[in-house]
């Protein structure tokens, strides 16, 4: 028997077994990523229904904060990571105060949030531009030493650091939302915006705080995106890939953004391998155009036509 | 070509793309964050066909209309029925992915080379009279049966449904149409710099354009022209001011969203004002009477 299982795990099978493991390490890794966007934009689209494009702006700028109170005080990962994702908080909160305040009150159409949100994505953009010009930072190294070596196979030590932080971090919106009086409200707000102001909540303040989780999840994203890349104002158009995550996973739908994230990163990590990184958005747009046809109602979500 | 006329024949470009990004947002309420991929659809279209054919500028530019009208098409058909989230997904991944493909098929588009070379044979009348007509075909696409459709449509789905429009066939068709609009831009646009690259045609630019859009007005083809016209050459007279210009440009989006929701001209077209005139005249000739 021993000898049995000695042959068939032969080198040519351990190493292919290796390479695969490695492959959705990655993809893992990256769809974490991935999945934290998705969850901060899915936060907003639950509660406000209209999808929020500066929220890639948030987690430039956040990203380039934490280069610059890195550089500054020296901090490490940990503490460097808090209180960039405080800053985050704070600021969603006041691009909420900005954008999307008075289009509430009004109770306006979808489109202006829309149009709102998009401006300010590109205005923070902007901003990081005329402060810190278009060129390229990178954050120190973190992690000594950066690979780790096993039987000749290398993984990188920053991706599974981030991938347990991943976990924490949705762990612990997971304990806000479906354990807490906040996570309550938030997701009747997202059932009901007019019942839940008959049953004595606040929605202003219900709205603001779950912008700032979504500004602190944001804010996360765009250091793991700075560590996994490099820092330049462009990285607002991560959003993107987060929305893609969404809505493969259903939108609105918290679990569904976890899942579409990751699904979407071990999905980009294996096309990557067939085809090469150039032709990664041409296979990731064919994929998501076949899955809408066949499953628009995305992986958890219902599929609902909602008034406008 | 001297300064101005160059100015004023990019400008005539961007305002047609910004037109049939009225067609999409104002009229039907299709949010495309990709609709820049339509112009590089026909701005590749016209600079492949110029350099390696020797057809007409006009078959090239309907042979242009066509590619982008066709890739609409085969974009917009899996999204019409779903959500406005999906389209504005689904786009902008058009958008990446054919940046993504002209950058890799180096051999025929000339990769992040981009074309080169392509005969200048733009001038600022031809653009004018190309953006009357586009205007009349805009004016008249409002006008028509569709253009009422894609109004009820965008204010509300579900009872344009109930009234007995399918809802997925006009949004298709607002789609396809804008979208032959916005790559006939491209192919002029290719006509007027010469050369194409795939970087220009970012979702930063669709984004721009909506903007623009809902500065002018949701519903009002003047006020799009007009905000296009100002929008279009501000960056020539602001080019002192770099980059503040952007800035500038998402203060004055934010602060019109926020404080005129409607837009500077709302619901109001030219046209009203001459018929008010009109009409105020009769009643004075009628009290003269």
New interface residues.
């Given amino acids: 028997m021993a000898r049995l299982l000695e042959t068939w795990i032969s080198q040519e099978r351990m190493e292919r077994f290796m390479y695969y493991f490695q492959m959705l390490l990655n993809g893992l890794s990256l769809g974490a990523i991935y999945a934290i966007i998705a969850l901060g934009f899915t936060l907003i689209y639950s509660i406000l229904k209209f999808s929020n494009f500066s929220h890639g702006g948030i987690m430039v700028v956040c990203a380039y904060f934490a280069y610059v109170i890195q550089r500054r005080y020296n901090l490490n990962f940990g503490m460097m990571m808090l209180i960039t994702a405080a800053f985050g908080a704070v600021l969603a909160c006041i691009v909420q105060y900005i954008g999307f305040e008075n289009l509430r009150a009004k109770r306006s159409n979808i489109m202006l949030f829309f149009v709102s949100s998009s401006t300010l994505g590109i205005l923070l953009q902007n901003i990081i531009v005329i402060t810190f010009s278009s060129t390229y930072y990178a954050y120190p190294a973190f992690f000594t030493p950066p690979f780790i070596d096993v039987n000749g196979f290398t993984f990188s030590v920053s991706d599974m650091i981030m991938l347990g932080i991943s976990a924490v971090v949705i762990l612990g919106l997971m304990f806000l939302l479906y354990r807490t009086r906040l996570g309550i409200a938030i997701r009747a707000l997202s059932m009901d915006g007019d019942t839940v102001k008959l049953m004595g909540i606040n929605v202003s303040v219900v709205v603001a705080l779950t912008f700032m989780v979504s500004g602190a999840l944001a804010a996360v994203a765009g250091i793991f995106c700075g560590v996994n890349y490099i820092l330049y104002p462009q990285l607002n158009q991560l959003v993107f890939k987060g929305m893609i995550a969404s809505i493969l996973g259903g939108l609105g739908n918290i679990s569904g953004a976890l899942y579409g994230g990751i699904m979407l990163g071990v999905l980009e990590v294996c096309f990557n391998n067939a085809f090469g990184a150039g032709l990664v958005p041409v296979f990731s747009f064919v994929f998501s155009m076949i899955f809408l046809l066949v499953r628009p109602q995305g992986i958890a979500g219902k599929y609902v036509l909602d008034k406008v | 070509m001297s300064y101005y006329s160059a100015v004023m024949t990019s400008a005539i470009v961007n305002i047609i793309a910004i037109l049939s990004m009225y067609t999409l947002?104002g009229l039907t309420?299709i949010?495309s964050?990709g609709q820049a991929a339509f112009m590089c659809v026909g701005a590749y279209a016209t600079g492949m066909l110029a350099i390696h054919s020797h057809l007409p500028m006009a078959v090239i530019v309907v042979l242009s209309i066509l590619a982008g009208m066709v890739c609409a098409l085969l974009?917009g058909f899996?999204?019409v029925?779903?959500?406005?989230?999906?389209i504005?997904?689904?786009t902008?991944?058009?958008g990446?992915?054919i940046?993504?493909?002209l950058?890799?098929m180096s051999n025929i588009t000339g990769g992040a080379n981009g074309i080169n070379n392509i005969p200048r044979k733009m001038t600022l009348w031809l653009g004018v009279i190309i953006l009357a007509l586009i205007l009349v075909i805009t004016m008249n696409f409002k006008r028509s049966k569709y253009g009422r459709y894609c109004i009820a449509v965008k204010?509300?789905?579900?009872s344009a449904a109930a009234m007995g429009i399918n809802v997925a066939r006009v949004k298709l068709t607002a789609f396809v149409f804008a979208s032959g609009i916005t790559a006939l831009a491209g192919s002029l646009l290719a006509y007027t710099t010469t050369y194409v690259e795939p970087t220009a045609f970012g979702?930063?630019k669709s984004?721009d354009w909506?903007?623009f859009v809902?500065v002018g007005g949701?519903n009002s083809l003047t006020g799009t022209l007009l905000s296009g016209m100002i929008f279009c050459t501000l960056p020539e007279i602001l080019r002192f001011a770099d980059?503040?210009r952007?800035?500038a440009q998402?203060?004055i989006?934010?602060l019109v969203?926020?404080?005129l929701?409607n837009g500077l001209f709302g619901e109001h077209e030219f046209t009203d004002a001459i018929a008010a005139i009109r009409k105020a005249a009769k009643n004075r000739k009628r009290g003269n009477l």
Wanted: charged share 15%.
């Fill in positions: 947002m309420g949010f964050m974009v899996p999204v029925k779903l959500r406005r989230d999906y504005a997904m689904i902008m991944g058009f990446e992915a940046v993504a493909l950058n890799n204010n509300d789905e579900l979702f930063t984004i909506i903007s809902f949701v980059m503040y952007i800035i998402c203060a989006v934010l969203v926020n404080f929701p």
